[in-house]
């Protein structure tokens, strides 16, 4: 199976910050990574596809990078409503694999 | 507009058994591949089990392999997981999950989720 590692667990931030969170995967998975947001009591929402592609309706503060073990998720200035928890998941093959979160967290 | 609504969740006692539905609205259900995805309460998402869309292959997690049993009826438009022997580390909110058609194993579409507690 493909373990997919996420750093930081948390990060505490303030409106305006920039936020970097990143995604190892055990083994290359060429461009075949998403990440997904998600809020407490909801379901996760698809930000980023492809590593690199932004799903439609999703802020372009939003942006993604890397490609093979190694990938980025980048919120160029947080807002309010992104303080929640973020997941990356590698679309390369079964079984379908999460890294394990990082919770943005207001400063 | 595509919707997916969970229903079946519970409390439930180790070893017992349950059963799942997720209706799905809003899009050519037949035609999309379909999963169920776990989140212990306090913890990261679990991917659990895979459809496609005639059923034809499906996968498991090696966590439910043998106790779980995902299925389909797309007369109804619904998904199912039928689920045997449970578990306390069973306990966890379902999704259902519209697997992308054109952007790879990717989870487009989720639905609220419904809560499985194991518990005697």
């Known amino acids: 199976d493909i373990q997919m590692t996420q750093s930081p667990s948390s990060v505490s931030a303030s409106v305006g910050d920039r936020v970097t969170i990143s995604c190892r995967a055990s083994?290359?998975?060429?461009?075949?990574l998403a990440w997904y947001q998600q809020k407490p009591g909801k379901a996760p929402k698809l930000l980023i596809y492809a590593a690199s592609s932004l799903q439609s309706g999703v802020p372009s503060r939003f942006s993604g990078s890397g490609s093979g073990t190694d990938f980025t998720l980048t919120i160029s200035s947080l807002q309010p409503e992104d303080f929640a928890t973020y997941y990356c998941?590698?679309?390369?093959?079964?079984?379908?694999?999460f890294g394990g979160g990082t919770k943005v967290e207001i400063k | 507009e595509v919707q997916l609504v969970e229903s079946g969740g519970g409390l439930v006692q180790p070893g017992g058994s349950l059963r799942l539905s997720c209706a799905a609205s809003?899009?050519?259900?037949?035609?999309?591949?379909m999963n169920w995805v776990r989140q212990a309460p306090g913890k990261g998402l679990e991917w659990v089990s895979y459809?496609?869309?005639?059923?034809?292959?499906?996968y498991y997690a090696d966590s439910v392999r043998g106790r779980f049993t995902i299925s389909r009826d797309n007369a109804k438009n619904s998904l199912y997981l039928h689920m045997n022997s449970l578990r306390a580390e069973d306990t966890a909110v379902y999704f259902c999950a519209r697997l992308s058609m054109v952007r790879g194993l990717i989870f487009d579409y989720w639905g609220q989720g419904t809560l499985v507690t194991v518990s005697s």
């Open positions: 459809i496609s869309g005639s059923a034809s292959t499906i």
């Open positions: 809003g899009f050519m259900f037949s035609s999309y591949e």
């Open positions: 083994q290359g998975i060429s461009s075949w």
């Open positions: 998941q590698q679309a390369n093959r079964f079984p379908l694999t």
